[in-house]
């Protein structure tokens, strides 16, 4: 799992953004966001493009997580509560996993470990192995 770890710190979006994947393992993975300001929008809570995109990338890792490439064919994300301040976390796990098609659920909490969003997402299952050693010695 450690190779699927350093696979995602490929992700340019996500490093651009500060989001640090944490965990990885067979249909699941946690990932973090420390808000700063250029994470806030007009009216000064979290911007859902920075939630969403937090939840995205823990879902990528988890849908990914068993070597063949998954890409997302449907998401949809349910803000809950504001945040100003502080840590989210993503935290995404399988609930089916079939030949083709995979779904998960991601939750996005606080560090009181509030939910502020739940994210939801199915993947398609290609043919393709992920080449998690490409770029590694």
């Known amino acids: 799992m450690e190779n ?3 696979f995602f710190k490929n992700d ?20 973090k966001l ?7 929008n007009g009216i000064d809570i979290a911007h859902g493009a920075a939630i969403f995109s937090l939840a995205d990338l823990a879902f990528a890792a988890a849908s990914n997580s068993h070597g063949n490439a998954a890409v997302a064919i449907n ?3 349910s803000y809950l509560k504001a945040v100003t301040e502080g840590i989210l976390f993503a935290e995404a796990k399988e609930v089916s996993l079939k030949p083709k098609l995979a779904t998960y659920t991601v939750q ?7 939910i ?3 994210f ?11 080449n998690v050693q490409k770029n590694f010695p």
């Open 4 to 6: 699927l770890r350093q």
């Open 12 to 31: 340019k979006f996500a490093e651009y953004v500060g989001i640090q994947l944490l965990e990885v393992d067979k249909g699941y993975a946690k990932a």
């Open 34 to 40: 420390e808000l700063a300001k250029h994470h806030l």
């Open 75 to 77: 998401v949809s994300i």
């Open 108 to 114: 996005i909490t606080d560090e009181q470990d509030d």
């Open 116 to 118: 502020i969003a739940i």
């Open 120 to 130: 939801q997402g199915t993947v398609y299952r290609k043919k393709d192995k992920l």
